[in-house]
């Protein structure tokens, strides 16, 4: 079911570009055929950010600076539109809508190593040449590795919920988060978020209603979108609709300069 946000209450705007982690480690070991894969293809496929608990400590007297920004182009061997997948899992519906859309360049960024290796396999099975991979968080990724107006599309599917209200402010989608999105889509592009959490959609649908007008930010899509929007259903969203739980799904766009205005509901 899409929905389009249309909540009038208003809510805190969190800082501009969280850094809270908003995705949990997980451990699991790679079957052989899996590490097979990982050590011949990764290096081609994917970029090791190491976050977190497999990240090194800086050596002494060491100083970290920031990731040069990607070379799309370079990247994926040609100049095509590109999608962000932030949280892949295990790869089933990148790998299913990228073979669907071989025009379209897709970069999945998961955290967890199982679920990027499936996502291998998937690729070398498939011989599909438009997916590249990342490991580590993606805010990172959006905020060192991708320049304004350099995506066609974000896609945010099924993302932690974090349904403690103490972990609220570890959840993925928040107002600084959505407005760091919407700098990084071109005008036109689509940002597609889906959940089968209840109270989840409802803070989504939230933060999408109030967004500052005069900084970058989305509305809803009511024109031919220029990517794929159809998803593979998946045996988790198939469980969650067998337990109740049905999915929300939210299609925004970055709106062209000429079109741009403040809509109800809206911070001015």
Same mark, same amino acid.
């Given at each position: 079911? *899409? @929905?389009?946000?249309?909540? @009038? $209450? #208003?809510?805190?705007?969190? *800082?501009?570009?969280?850094?809270?982690?908003?995705?949990?480690?997980?451990?699991?070991?790679?079957?052989?055929?899996?590490?097979?894969?990982? $050590?011949?293809? +990764?290096?081609?496929?994917?970029?090791?950010?190491?976050?977190?608990?497999?990240?090194?400590?800086?050596?002494?007297?060491?100083?970290?600076?920031?990731?040069?920004?990607?070379? %799309?182009?370079?990247?994926?061997?040609?100049?095509?539109?590109?999608? %962000?997948?932030?949280?892949?899992?295990?790869?089933?519906?990148?790998?299913?809508?990228?073979?669907?859309?071989?025009?379209?360049?897709?970069?999945?960024?998961?955290?967890?190593?199982?679920?990027?290796?499936?996502?291998?396999?998937?690729?070398?099975?498939?011989?599909?040449? @438009?997916?590249?991979?990342?490991?580590?968080?993606?805010?990172?990724?959006?905020? $060192?590795?991708?320049?304004? $107006?350099? %995506?066609?599309?974000?896609?945010?599917? /099924?993302?932690?919920? +974090?349904?403690? #209200?103490?972990?609220?402010?570890? *959840?993925?989608?928040? #107002?600084?988060?959505?407005?760091?999105?919407?700098?990084? %889509? &071109?005008?036109?592009?689509?940002?597609?978020?889906?959940?089968?959490?209840?109270?989840?959609?409802?803070?989504?649908?939230?933060?999408?209603?109030?967004?500052? *007008?005069?900084?970058?930010?989305?509305?809803?899509?009511?024109?031919?979108?220029?990517?794929?929007?159809?998803?593979?259903?998946? &045996?988790?969203?198939?469980?969650?609709?067998?337990?109740?739980?049905?999915? @929300?799904? /939210?299609?925004?766009?970055?709106?062209?300069?000429?079109?741009?205005?403040?809509?109800?509901?809206?911070?001015?």
């Amino acid at each position: 079911m *899409r @929905n389009d946000g249309q909540v @009038n $209450e #208003s809510v805190d705007q969190s *800082r501009r570009y969280p850094r809270v982690t908003s995705f949990r480690f997980r451990r699991g070991s790679l079957t052989t055929g899996q590490q097979r894969n990982w $050590e011949t293809l +990764w290096p081609q496929l994917g970029i090791d950010l190491l976050t977190g608990a497999d990240q090194a400590p800086p050596a002494p007297g060491e100083t970290r600076t920031a990731h040069p920004p990607l070379d %799309l182009p370079a990247l994926f061997g040609r100049d095509a539109p590109t999608v %962000l997948e932030i949280g892949s899992g295990t790869g089933i519906s990148t790998a299913a809508m990228a073979e669907a859309e071989p025009d379209v360049d897709v970069l999945a960024v998961e955290v967890y190593k199982p679920g990027l290796a499936q996502l291998v396999g998937l690729v070398d099975r498939g011989g599909l040449t @438009n997916i590249r991979m990342i490991r580590g968080d993606a805010v990172m990724v959006l905020t $060192e590795l991708l320049g304004p $107006e350099s %995506l066609t599309g974000i896609r945010v599917f /099924f993302p932690d919920p +974090w349904p403690k #209200s103490r972990h609220h402010k570890r *959840r993925l989608v928040q #107002s600084g988060t959505i407005e760091l999105m919407a700098d990084r %889509l &071109k005008p036109g592009g689509v940002l597609h978020i889906a959940t089968d959490h209840a109270d989840y959609a409802e803070w989504i649908a939230e933060h999408l209603a109030t967004q500052h *007008r005069d900084r970058p930010h989305v509305v809803s899509l009511t024109t031919d979108p220029p990517i794929l929007l159809d998803r593979p259903t998946t &045996k988790f969203e198939g469980r969650a609709e067998r337990e109740g739980r049905g999915v @929300n799904e /939210f299609v925004y766009t970055r709106p062209h300069p000429a079109t741009s205005r403040p809509t109800e509901g809206g911070t001015p």
